[in-house]
């Protein structure tokens, strides 16, 4: 008896999302996100992590494995935190009414994609759990102090 084990195949639809850059894109670090790097000096939202090059247009987000595609679209449920945690100051090209949020902080993903995408991927964002009781000081604990309950 022979076993044929079979992937999946998923289909992929590679984009022109209008980026094309002469040269490489100057990387800086991000400081909040240290794992993350944003291009410098292009007019688009543009980040790499690991080994991935990201970039946020129209209200959502692309990758690719190099800085002029071919692009693909990623659903927000799939996009890694490290990039969702990278501060609005470093989005060259922000929506309009990101102008009103805090530049320090992350991007209000909640807000964007919904409780649903929220509940999902179990986010909260940065200084906003005192919302919900929990952070801030206000959480219950549970156990001894010592790392394991008795």
Do not use: C
Not at 8 to 28: E, F, K, N, S, W
């Amino acid at each position: 008896m022979a076993l044929v084990l079979a992937a999946p195949a998923y289909a992929q639809v590679h984009v022109d999302i209008g980026i094309h850059l002469p040269v490489p894109p100057r990387l800086v670090v991000v400081p909040e996100v240290r794992a993350v790097q944003y291009a410098s000096t292009v007019p688009v939202n543009m980040f790499l992590y690991g080994g991935q090059f990201w970039v946020f247009t129209n209200g959502g987000w692309w990758v690719s494995a190099g800085y002029n595609g071919p692009w693909l679209a990623v659903g927000p449920q799939f996009v890694p935190r490290p990039i969702l945690l990278v501060p609005v100051a470093y989005y060259h090209a922000p929506p309009g009414h990101w102008t009103q949020w805090n530049k320090h902080q992350p991007p209000l993903w909640a807000t964007e994609w919904g409780p649903e995408w929220s509940k999902k991927r179990a986010w909260k964002a940065q200084g906003q759990d005192w919302e919900d009781g929990k952070g801030k000081g206000k959480a219950k604990a549970k156990g001894n102090g010592k790392g394991r309950d008795k």
